[in-house]
């Protein structure tokens, strides 16, 4: 008796359980983030002497940029290891190794029981986080895109900065519980363990969903027609250098607006604006809601109008946004509030375009490494480091608006990249296998 094959999957189950599985795991990576910046302070205090409190602020700031080292290694592993063997078999490492070094930051001894060996141990998981997120967010992008259908590709793809914008949520929301439920002994002894050892079930769930989703049509089609890239780093870097640069020149102010908004203010509101921790992580909480549901109004305004002229309304609303914003936290929590959403929803704008865009701007074959090199790059170089930044910039000062003042001078740079550098890509074959489309009676760059 011959078996009767299996109905085909409906297409929009299969990417329901797409947007399902990528958002989850995004989730899980990103939750570190906020995790650390929430308990920054608690953790200044109990990684560092205490003697100084700026001085173990700066430091907690330096571990926190130190996760970004290892993200360029992570961005030429995975993002090779996704050109090369799978979009999906990328992901599920990735979300494994950030699950399991976020839960063993929730079991570290602290300074006073192990001296020096604490932060030594605290910067070595940051840096296997960051590895494991050198390839996470531009593999999600990547992984959801290629799904997704025609003319709908940013709303799709909005599902990976929205829920960067919930981890936020979710460890801010969770701080707030906790510094406002538990007494100050209790959260420095135990407390600000609690949102590191969640990830590692959130992780295991990630693991499951993403275990169970077939590979991308593009990369399978890759497969089919035996396109594999060998080199797909040397490859990127040698053909796509134009579009890496590109997409560094914007991604910097993209980089630092989101982790001076996500990971800086609520350190900045409570250590240098004087607001209680529970104001700062209030606030926080808002700003990143405001992000999380800008986003898919604004991935839907750039499926309609081009990627290109929303970035160009992101970096140019950061050219002259950041200082009046920074002046409106100082005036108290409503003014806080307000001026945290205004730097929230510029990033959402900016994020929702660059997420299509850097996944547009290369051909298959050699996407995951191009995107990670570009993206990552910028992260690196300029959002790991913005809190420090910040910090520094703050003390050298004496002024709170150094912050702001730092984020529009980037932004400028951005401008012009768009401005002069950037080419529309909204509607480029996700499947083409030359670097870009040229006009007609033009040689097309083959990858």
């Known amino acids: 008796m011959t078996a009767t094959p299996a109905p085909p999957a409906d297409p929009r189950t299969v990417r329901r359980t797409v947007i399902l599985s990528s958002a989850i795991g995004n989730f899980v990576e990103w939750f570190d983030s906020a995790a650390y910046a929430v308990m920054s302070a608690t953790i200044a205090g109990r990684f560092f002497p205490t003697y100084d409190r700026t001085a173990a602020l700066l430091a907690t700031w330096a571990i926190f940029a130190g996760g970004f080292v290892a993200r360029p290694l992570g961005a030429a592993f995975f ?5 090369r063997i799978g979009r999906n078999r990328m992901l599920a490492l990735t979300v494994l190794a950030m699950s399991g070094a976020t839960f063993l930051v929730g079991l570290l001894p602290t300074y006073a029981m192990i001296g020096v060996a604490a932060p030594i141990l605290l910067f070595l998981l940051r840096c296997v986080q960051g590895f494991s ?47 406002s439920t538990l007494s100050t002994p209790a959260l420095q002894s135990w407390g600000w363990r609690i949102p590191f050892l969640l990830a590692a079930p959130l992780g295991l769930i990630g693991l499951y969903l993403r275990s169970r989703v077939e590979d991308t049509p593009v990369f399978r089609a890759l497969e089919r027609k035996d396109d594999i890239a060998q080199t797909p780093l040397r490859d990127a870097v040698r053909k796509c250098g134009r579009q890496i640069a590109t997409l560094f020149g914007y991604s910097i102010t993209n980089a630092i607006g989101y982790y001076l908004m996500s990971s800086y203010m609520i350190a900045y509101m409570s250590e240098e604006l004087g607001y209680s921790k529970s104001e700062a992580q209030l606030t926080n909480v808002v700003s990143m809601l405001a992000y999380s549901v800008a986003c898919p109004f604004a991935a839907s305004a750039s499926d309609r109008y081009g990627r290109k002229p929303l970035l160009l309304v992101a970096c140019a609303g950061f050219v002259v946004a950041p200082l009046p914003a920074f002046w409106l936290m100082k ?117």
């Open 79 to 83: 993002g090779r290891y996704g050109d």
């Open 133 to 179: 997120t050198g390839g996470e967010y531009t593999g999600a992008s990547a992984f959801i895109m290629e799904y997704a259908p025609e003319g709908r590709r940013a709303r799709f793809a909005s599902a990976v900065p929205v829920t960067v914008g919930l981890a936020s949520v979710a460890g801010s929301g969770l701080g707030f519980l906790l510094t």
């Open 331 to 447: 005036t108290g929590f409503v003014g806080a509030v307000i001026g945290t959403s205004l730097l929230a929803v510029l990033v959402a704008v900016i994020g929702s375009s660059n997420v299509p865009a850097l996944v547009e701007m290369f051909p298959a074959r050699l996407r995951a490494s191009g995107s990670a090199i570009g993206y990552t790059a910028a992260y690196v170089l300029c959002g790991g480091t913005a809190p420090f930044v910040a910090t520094g910039l703050v003390s050298a000062t004496g002024s709170s608006l150094a912050p702001g003042v730092y984020l529009m001078s980037i932004a400028v740079v951005s401008t012009l990249v768009v401005l002069l550098a950037f080419r529309e890509t909204r509607h480029l074959p996700l499947g083409r296998d030359t670097v870009r489309e040229e006009p007609s009676g033009t040689e097309p760059v083959s990858a």
